[in-house]
């Protein structure tokens, strides 16, 4: 069984300052994780994944995020966050083993403040 | 980059009608297909994964013939809510793996379904 788990309903951070979305996960194989963003009444757009290789994953709208294996953790991140930033942040997993099935985490809803 | 699309963007339907939602991927090919719901606020729930050429498998407590799954082709897959009822009413998104890229699902703009 694969699960994840987002321990914040919401997190506030005001423009300029550093963005921090926790992410821990929990699969049997090789962990395939990834972090999505929903705006209001839109589907999810892919941020970055995390397959193999460096544990720092860099990926669109200046985000990145570090999986540590030793904590099951994949947290995203953003140095210097933008009130357009604003939205519904998605952390997902799937077991490398076991096909392209999804787990998704509960979400996170980020609020950056002018 | 790979788009998926959902039609309709919205529906609103009267109770005991059925409406159906497609889901296409424009520019790549998808022998698979995922549907999810999603309630105010709350995550994607997996509902069914649709298989071209084959029967969807859906997750446990689905019920199959409330929602029909049809993958007519490598770039569309629809999703039936026979017999809809107020509690039908959701977000439905669907999503798909590109065919030789491995690992990223692209998502559609989902669909909102009203049952009045």
């Known amino acids: 069984a694969q699960s994840v788990a987002q321990p914040e309903d919401q997190v506030n951070v005001a423009e300029g300052n550093p963005l921090t979305v926790k992410c821990t996960y929990s699969?049997?194989?090789?962990?395939?994780l990834f972090w999505y963003v929903q705006y209001p009444n839109r589907g999810l757009q892919f941020l970055l994944k995390?397959?193999?290789?460096?544990?720092l994953v860099k990926g669109s709208y200046g985000f990145e995020a570090e999986f540590n294996k030793s904590q099951t953790s994949f947290h995203l991140k953003k140095p210097s966050a933008l009130v357009s930033d604003s939205a519904l942040y998605f952390c997902a997993v799937r077991d490398g083993a076991a096909g392209n099935k999804l787990t998704f985490g509960g979400g996170t809803r980020v609020l950056v403040k002018p | 980059g790979a788009v998926v699309s959902q039609h309709p963007s919205r529906v609103i339907c009267k109770s005991g009608t059925s409406v159906k939602i497609e889901c296409r991927s424009l520019?790549?090919?998808?022998?698979?297909m995922f549907w999810y719901r999603q309630f105010p606020k709350q995550s994607l729930m997996l509902m069914a994964t649709s298989n071209e050429g084959s029967k969807a498998t859906y997750e446990q407590g689905v019920e199959k013939d409330k929602f029909l799954i049809n993958h007519a082709s490598l770039t569309l897959s629809t999703l039936t809510v026979t017999s809809a009822h107020p509690e039908d009413s959701s977000f439905y998104i669907c999503?798909?793996?590109?065919?030789?890229?491995?690992?990223?699902?692209?998502f559609g703009p989902g669909t909102r379904l009203t049952v009045l």
């Open positions: 520019d790549f090919q998808a022998t698979t």
């Open positions: 999503s798909a793996p590109r065919m030789g890229v491995t690992d990223t699902q692209y």
């Open positions: 995390y397959i193999t290789g460096d544990n």
């Open positions: 699969v049997s194989g090789n962990p395939y």
